[in-house]
């Protein structure tokens, strides 16, 4: 599989180098199209993902016209048509103009050379967001001209494009990968909300999985805002924000968030018994734990069930850190059993280190522990991973 650094590649350097060159003629600009490609390319290919980014920008800045809306005039003029509205990704190729993956340092050209002039920035960021996104590069205008970018977000939930609307709660997530946090927004998300409440029920299903996105953002820090904003617009709710209020919900509900499992009518402790069982008890990493949970009801009515299960990992001080994993949610008929099975995988990942040692599992039925048993994991080379 190619490596996704490779999406910021010396050849898409060359085709921008051109094109800029190309557009900057028909504007009466000068563009120095050598330089920048020997800026932009040096040392590239070993450069990682954001690393490259940031270099073909410095790249930008040292070759487009130093007054910034010249050089947003140019950036506008060199980029392809938009995408259409249900589109996720542009396609390759920039034989139509910029778009797609190299949109990344223009945006950042923008945040950095546009914050004397917000507005004519944000209006560059509005284009590039229909070829690309622009959710990176907007965070810097929304910590540094907080007013402008309300004022701006309030006109843009009612743009036609879904990529603009998109923009006004993807580009504001308090905790957006990869991006700028928004502090101010993580300690007080009041003033995105009245966008959300605007943007959930849009006709685009890319806005409203950003707008889910959102409001589980805001969740890790303000779990009752959002557990009553689900009791709010839940009841109802068209089957569209049914699905958004549940994908928001999706971390409280497999934190055993009380508030918001009786929201989704998950409140109530299992009425019944629970047998677990762990095979093997011995796994080496790169291998699979698979676990048997079979729960008997003895409730006189259907319950309803969310099943999630918890490996706690331990730790180079042999702690235990815990990792909830979604598993099931169920109607549980009176007197009525089932067994739920899942093969879980101990895979290496970057953002995990794994240990030798004694693990545990758990399963929570909503939100309470109801079992527990423990495994031992072994490495190839008895060393932490």
Not at 37 to 65: N, S, V, W, Y
Not at 252 to 262: D, P, V, Y
Request: a positive charge.
């Amino acid at each position: 599989m190619e490596p996704f650094k490779n999406l910021l590649s010396p050849a898409l350097v060359d085709g921008t180098s051109a094109l800029l060159q190309v557009r900057a003629a028909a504007l009466g600009l000068r563009f120095d199209a050598v330089a920048f490609a020997a800026i932009a390319k040096a040392g590239l290919e070993t450069l990682e993902m954001k690393a490259r980014a940031m270099q073909i920008c410095d790249a930008l800045q040292a070759t487009l016209p130093a007054d910034f809306g010249t050089a947003a005039t140019l950036l506008e003029a060199a980029l392809a048509p938009p995408m259409p509205d249900d589109a996720v990704s542009a396609p390759p190729g920039l034989h139509h103009g910029l778009r797609g993956w190299v949109l990344w340092p223009v945006g950042e050209f923008v945040a950095r050379q546009g914050q004397a002039q917000p507005a004519r920035a944000l209006a560059v960021l509005h284009a590039l967001t229909q070829r690309f996104t622009a959710e990176f590069a907007i965070r810097d205008f929304i910590v540094n001209h907080p007013a402008l970018c309300l004022a701006t977000f309030e006109r843009w939930q009612h743009d036609p494009s879904a990529h603009v609307r998109r923009l006004v709660s993807e580009g504001s997530r308090p905790r957006l990968p990869w991006g700028r946090r928004l502090h101010a927004l993580v300690h007080d998300p009041a003033p995105a909300l009245p966008l959300l409440r605007t943007l959930q029920d849009d006709p685009s299903a890319y806005v409203r999985r950003s707008v889910a996105n959102h409001l589980n953002d805001i969740a890790k820090d303000h779990p009752a805002l959002v557990a009553g904003w689900v009791h709010e617009h839940l009841p109802g709710a068209s089957a569209e924000r049914r699905a958004l209020l549940r994908h928001a919900s999706r971390s409280l509900i497999k934190q055993g968030h009380a508030a918001t499992l009786a929201a989704w009518g998950l409140g109530q402790a299992l009425q019944g018994m629970v047998a677990l069982k762990l095979a093997p008890r011995r796994v080496t990493l790169g291998g699979a734990l698979q676990l048997a949970l079979t729960l008997r009801s003895n409730a006189g009515q259907v319950q309803r069930l969310a099943v999630d299960y918890v490996v706690h990992h331990v730790k180079a001080d042999g702690s235990l850190r815990p990792k909830v994993f979604k598993g099931w949610t169920i109607e549980l008929l009176p007197g009525a059993s089932v067994t739920l099975a899942r093969s879980h995988v101990l895979r290496p990942v970057t953002t995990r280190r794994y240990h030798v040692g004694r693990h545990e599992l758990s399963v929570q039925v909503n939100g309470s522990e109801v079992a527990r048993s423990a495994f031992t994991l072994a490495l190839p080379h008895g060393r932490a991973a």
